[in-house]
């Protein structure tokens, strides 16, 4: 069972920065792709961007292409997103998923292909 931890919500302004961290247990962190999805209130989780395994190919949702950037640390068991240029339309519960393989680029948005999800982490953007 892999467990996912994600960390570094709050409560910023308009045009702040903030970095999310996502930990996953697992002696194979380095061949699980990840991702990062959302949800606000009253809409559908979306997805926000996600890395494969190998290559380290990224995915960005069109609503934060230029402003998030995704990374990982595979020796520290660890994916980030740098989020920048912050909007109140950013302001959802952030989750980190995990899946244990490799995705291709094409599929890296895809809620249904990760098995493993953290709790979530608050991120709300004020006007």
């Known amino acids: 069972q892999v467990q996912v931890v994600e960390s570094g919500g709050g409560l910023v302004q308009a045009g702040d920065s903030l970095r999310l961290s996502c930990t996953a247990s697992?002696?194979?962190?380095?061949?699980?792709?990840m991702a990062w999805f959302r949800q606000a209130p009253g809409k559908d989780r979306e997805s926000v961007a996600g890395?494969?395994?190998?290559?380290?190919?990224?995915y960005y949702a069109d609503s934060v292409k230029g402003r998030f950037t995704i990374s990982r640390d595979n020796a520290k068991n660890t994916m980030y997103l740098q989020m920048n240029s912050l909007k109140p339309e950013d302001t959802a519960i952030y989750y980190c998923?995990?899946?244990?393989?490799?995705?291709?680029?094409?599929?890296?948005?895809?809620?249904?292909?990760?098995?493993?999800w953290g709790q979530g982490t608050q991120v709300t953007v004020s006007s």
């Open positions: 890395i494969r395994a190998s290559v380290f190919s990224t």
């Open positions: 998923a995990a899946a244990p393989l490799e995705l291709s680029r094409a599929i890296l948005h895809l809620a249904a292909e990760y098995d493993y």
């Open positions: 697992g002696r194979t962190f380095s061949s699980y792709a």
